[in-house]
């Protein structure tokens, strides 16, 4: 087990490298000029060349690539023009608050998926079934954001029992109970669509298995149904089941874009927002680059989770 | 993908139309397809609709509710109308949802298209890009994109687009690669069609409805996702509007006028739903593995329903009997008979062939004596299994599950399949004896590996912990056995236990029950389709054939003096070293005239 992390985490790392071009050549073609973008259009030249300096825009594409890859590596992503403070501080900051929203999410959406799923594909065609693949259809075409102001309007407005808005109340607030408060709304709208796909999947991955010769073989051995469906069609279910989730974590993350915005969550997502409304593209680029690592990181996991299951996949 | 096999775009005409009427027949799809129409023809007819301008703000009469006179869905912050704001919004969402999807598709197919049909070091370079684009968060790349261009509705359209066109490629690609080298295209080549001529009209077509469904799976999904930038204030800017900016600007007045938001919500809803349901029931349509229903549950245990209750005990029965059993498949309210009325029976120590062709219910016999028959659903509409003289089928549920693996165990075809890929032979064998017996895990582990040794696998202390991958066909049957044994049952039903063997451990296995049999007295029900084998072990034969027991005997009287035509060609099926061609001229009167279909 440990050389097949060791050997996958190593494939990992071309990944990043590729994140880290297309990242890197995306800013590169900006058009215009991004110093004057900074200063408008009134700098001076000694200014627009201390910029270009500062940014190091006056060296070749690759030189500018290496000088940038040796700079993340240091810690340094940039300065942030508009905040005033160095990138990954900020990034950083924000980060925990991502990790806590989309964490938190995550494990809603999979365990609720697969509970869906499940039912849905043991009660096939049922009333059951009927319920979920309707749910399912509806969570998959809501927009997220909408609903996430719908759940505003009824629990914070209406029923004045959640909290509309931030991650902490403002005056009393910093303990757990408080965070958990104000998480349930987001974490709950941010979950919805990838619950959704993930019971799809579910219905489908386990309907595939029931039909298998080895949950005959099962039954044949007087397992009980409840053994039968969760230990062993479950457990085969599950390998393909957990690259989907690992695939989910990429929508929940970038989900949370949305779901930041509209709960004023202080993640990552609402700082990326924002950074790109004022066009602040040394954030944007590091907020991207962490993002993206992370979810590169959550799918070997999946991928490492799905070896440990399936031993057919290790060799 | 051979299984995939997709319609030909040229299809006759009648079945395009079936395919229309499939679409029609899904409810869920025709609704879609009624409700996107309808709002399709709204978006279309906006100019010539009697509505105010979108654009004329209106302070006095700012944020009236709905149903307001002169707004049907009343105004917004600036006074504009709602109503016409969202006709006209809509029409703008629709239209930046379209075209990304086109991009996507007409870039993602190219993209696919060549990669897939060039192969090679071209295809790698190119599906390596295509897999680090993908190894971003969808949105952020988008994100990333529409910060470079700058917010505005058309950037947004061109990064939901890019950010889209991995499926396409992704998809399209492995459709191409799967028909690079079918005979139709290699025809084309040979004939001397350029390349170019090859993919336009010898690929496209056949990769077309995989192109049609990613589109319509997927263009919804872009509706949603360029709505959710105008949402964010990256989209569409003022005085621009489409329905995501409508509920970005709706939002400063969430509290006090929430219709502003909500109105324009509800429409992308109903917009992206109908389109889902549409686009689901397309791919059931042009997938036909889906259209099949192949993908039935099979049903947990068999349904009894017996229209007449049997005696529930028998006085002085064989240790099994089966009396008059009928066995059938549901196939919506109808049940297609598959074993019409068998009875024979099975004394202690003593094997019994159940014999004859594919599809003539000799399995479904076996597996309805403990309610085994799942796929497609099984019903058990008459007759009685009698263990002991005991009717098997009038015990409650888990009483019958307890006799599964316990008096009565069953060894299937193919050990590949029959076992869990994913737990190991020992865990499994464990498995089958807690099932039954009261034990610590650690017993039931060492009762595994003796029951290895038992059935004849050597080193079993360390091959108890391998996978059935690990094993060879031979080995894995043994585990069959083994786990068929481990609660010591008084019979067991071997459902073709040799088929999937080759013929040296064909005969190796058989000596196996063989020796089993002898050494504990279990009673043998053995399923097969070779006379050879049943000549071989059996005391007894019954020979079926179309769900009906056609000949009973013992096995010596049966092959020396055969009764029924069908036993005849059975027997004759067995080919004899050095008959040779012999072997032909023997079989071939017996197979002409009536039953040559068999």
Known sequence: ?315 | MSETALPSAAAPQSGRLSSWQLLMANRLAAVGLFALSAILLIAILAPILPLPDPDITDQPNRLLPPLSPGHLLGTDHLGRDILSRLIWGTQVSILVGISATAIAALIGSLIGLSAGYVGGKADNIMMRLIDMLMAFPYILLALAIVAVLGPGLLNALYAIAVVNIPFFARNIRGVTLSIRHSEFVDAARLSGKGHLAILFTEVLPNVLPVIVITMSTTVGWMILETAGLSFLGLGAQPPTSDLGSMLGQGRAQLFTAPHVSMVPGIMIFLLVMSINLLGDGIRDVLDPRLRSGALNRPMAVTTIDRAVKPEPRKANAALLEVANLETGFRSGNRVNAAVKGVSFSLNKGECLGLIGESGSGKSVTALSLLGLVASPPGVISNGAVYLDGEDVLSQPDSQIVAQRGGRVSYVFQDPLTTLHPLFSVGDQIAEAITAHQRMDGKTARAQAVELMETVGIRDAQQRASAYPHELSGGQRQRIGIAMALANDPDVIIADEPTTALDVTVQARILELLQKLRRERGLALLLITHDFGVVAQICDRVAVMKDGEIVEQGETSDVLRAPQHAYTKRLIACVPELGVGRAFLDKVRPLFSGKGAEA
């Not at chain 1, 505003?152 to 303990?175: E, K």
């Not at chain 1, 089941?241 to 974590?249: E, K, R, T, Y």
Request: with cysteine; hydrophobic share 55%; charged share 15%.
């Open chain 1, 1 to 315: 087990m440990a050389s097949y992390i060791i050997k996958r985490l190593l494939t990992a790392i071309p990944v990043i490298i590729g994140l880290s071009i297309i990242v890197f050549l995306i800013m590169a073609m900006i058009p215009g000029d991004p110093a004057l973008a900074l200063l408008g259009s009134y700098a001076t030249p000694e200014n627009v060349a201390r910029i270009n300096r500062d940014l190091g825009l006056d060296r070749s594409l690759p030189e500018q690539y290496f000088i940038w890859v040796a700079n993340l590596v240091q810690g340094d992503f940039g300065r942030s023009y508009i905040l005033n403070r160095p990138v990954i501080d900020e990034v950083l900051e924000r980060l925990s608050a991502t990790l806590i929203l989309a964490g938190v999410s995550l494990v809603l959406c999979s365990v609720f998926g697969l509970i869906a799923g499940i039912v849905s594909a043991v009660r096939q065609f049922g009333w059951t079934d009927r319920i979920v693949t309707f749910f399912v259809l509806i969570g998959i075409s809501m927009p997220a954001f909408w609903l996430g102001l719908i759940f505003i309007l009824v629990f914070a407005v209406q029923l004045r029992v959640l909290p509309a808005s931030g991650m902490y109340a403002v005056y009393g607030g910093g303990d757990l109970p408080d965070l958990l408060r104000h998480l349930i709304m987001p974490a709950v709208t941010l979950a919805i669509v990838a619950t959704g796909v993930i019971a799809r999947l579910t219905r489908a991955a386990m309907l595939e298995v029931l039909r298998q010769d080895f949950v005959r073989t099962a039954r044949a051995k007087g397992l009980n149904e409840r053994t039968v469906i969760f230990k062993h069609a479950l457990r085969a279910a599950l390998v393909s089941i957990i690259p989907v989730i690992g695939v989910q974590a990429g929508f929940v993350l970038g989900g949370a874009v949305y779901i930041e915005t509209v709960f004023q969550w202080p993640g990552l997502g609402a700082m990326l927002v924002q950074a790109v409304s004022t066009r602040d593209l040394l954030l944007v680029q590091g907020g991207v680059l962490v993002a993206a690592t992370l979810y590169v990181l959550v799918n070997l996991a999946a991928d490492v989770a799905q070896a440990m299951l399936d031993p057919r996949l290790k060799s």
